[in-house]
């Protein structure tokens, strides 16, 4: 049952390390690009997996937002803000606001335009 149960293990481990290696950003790769890796990882049966799972690929809490932990935050350009804005500071919003009031009162003055145009027909 062992001899059976231990390659097993080993090629399940073999097989998932060189996905994990097919689909881990190329940025959570530490030490040997991509591409080396697969052949270290199936010439070295047992360890090369164990050496791709501890010393090839980044872990989740050193790399996450596309940025190391380590890393300084991205400071905003000046006038602007990473994040959501209330919509009166959003420069956008209020100017499709100032839009949709001209088009408004043009639309107003359109129709009391045309109400004094039907107003001066003679009628029968």
Request: proline share 10%; hydrophobic share 45%; net charge negative.
């Amino acid at each position: 049952m062992v001899r059976v149960l231990i390659p097993l293990i080993l090629v399940g481990i073999l097989v998932f390390a060189i996905v994990d290696i097919i689909v881990i950003d190329n940025a959570r790769v530490r030490g040997l690009p991509k591409f080396a890796w697969i052949p270290v990882v199936i010439v070295l049966p047992f360890i090369g997996p164990l050496l791709w799972f501890f010393l090839g690929r980044e872990r989740l809490e050193e790399y996450s937002n596309g940025r190391y932990a380590n890393d300084p935050a991205p400071t905003p350009e000046p006038g602007r803000r990473f994040g959501p804005i209330a919509p009166d500071d959003d420069p956008d919003f209020l100017g499709r606001l100032n839009r949709e009031q001209e088009q408004e009162e043009r639309i107003r003055e359109l129709e009391k335009r045309l109400k004094e145009l039907g107003d001066d027909k003679p009628k029968d």
